[in-house]
């Protein structure tokens, strides 16, 4: 841990420099616990649904139909008491293959291959609108293939939605952090996007080392996207976050300070 310390804090040095815009200000303490909290559990929200669409579709590519099927266009999730139901869906939209996968990640029954394309629930409908209309949106892409996962923005809210685009990789040692982006969409439209990087990073995870290092200049704390990161990598991550080049870890999705940072006259 202490050699990444030590390059985080020489990489600090020059944050001033490197910045074009103003660097955010620190928040209030009760803001700024309020905002970590909230970016470990949507980091983490972020990774179950991601990990449960990856676990659905290994299992679903066990099976020779849905290997040969070429109707299908994707996925969506929802939980449901606990646990994660993956559909995956047709250009029309309709449901093809739903798998319902537990909180600690595994297939619960089998896969359900539908005899003929079943219409959406109103959930999956409108996540599927929310879904398409972060894609069609103009954003900067940082690979050439993007996974998405899409989070309802509460419950007194049906028509208002959260999408990730989060850059995909066949790279088990690459973690393509460059290139994330938040949606947000009300009634299919995107109304908010956001960036949490400048340019297409990637971060390289070694299972010999303390952990990976980043220096973040859009915020004052790490986000959910840095907590998603760590989560998938299953790697610490270091976090270097402005104005004064406060020092976080992000281990196991808990983000804790390590050293904060100071002003200097």
């Given at each position: 841990m202490a050699r990444y310390l030590i390059a985080l804090l020489m990489a600090l040095v020059s944050i001033n420099a490197q910045a074009d815009e103003p660097l955010p200000v620190e928040l209030p303490p009760d803001q700024e616990a309020a905002a970590l909290k909230e970016a470990e559990a949507t980091g983490l929200a972020i990774y179950r649904h991601d990990h449960a669409a990856a676990v659905a579709t290994d299992a679903a590519l066990k099976i020779r139909a849905f290997k040969k099927d070429k109707r299908v266009r994707g996925w969506i999730t929802e939980e449901q008491d606990g646990l994660i139901a993956v559909t995956f869906i047709e250009q029309s939209p309709a449901a093809l293959y739903r798998v319902v996968v537990s909180g600690a990640g595994d297939i619960v029954g089998d896969v359900d291959v539908l005899?003929?394309?079943?219409?959406?629930?109103?959930?999956?409908?409108?996540?599927?609108?929310?879904?398409?209309?972060?894609?069609?949106?103009?954003?900067?892409?940082?690979?050439?293939?993007?996974?998405?996962?899409?989070?309802?923005?509460?419950?007194?809210?049906?028509?208002?939605?959260?999408?990730?685009?989060?850059?995909?990789?066949?790279?088990?040692?690459?973690?393509?952090?460059?290139?994330?982006?938040?949606?947000?969409?009300?009634?299919?439209?995107?109304?908010?996007?956001?960036?949490?990087?400048?340019?297409?990073?990637?971060?390289?995870?070694?299972?010999?080392?303390?952990?990976?290092?980043?220096?973040?200049?859009?915020?004052?704390?790490?986000?959910?996207?840095?907590?998603?990161?760590?989560?998938?990598?299953?790697?610490?991550?270091?976090?270097?976050?402005p104005p004064n080049g406060t020092i976080w870890s992000i281990e196991s999705g808990e983000i804790t300070l390590v050293k904060r940072g100071t002003a200097k006259d």
């Open positions: 005899e003929s394309p079943q219409p959406l629930t109103e959930f999956e409908a409108a996540a599927v609108a929310a879904r398409s209309a972060a894609i069609a949106s103009e954003f900067q892409p940082c690979s050439d293939k993007y996974n998405s996962v899409v989070l309802p923005s509460g419950d007194d809210a049906p028509d208002k939605w959260t999408v990730y685009l989060l850059p995909g990789t066949t790279k088990g040692n690459v973690v393509p952090i460059g290139g994330t982006y938040r949606m947000r969409t009300v009634d299919g439209a995107v109304v908010e996007s956001r960036g949490f990087t400048r340019t297409c990073i990637a971060l390289q995870s070694d299972p010999g080392a303390a952990g990976m290092m980043i220096t973040h200049l859009l915020d004052s704390i790490p986000t959910e996207a840095h907590v998603f990161w760590s989560l998938w990598a299953r790697s610490p991550l270091y976090v270097a976050t």
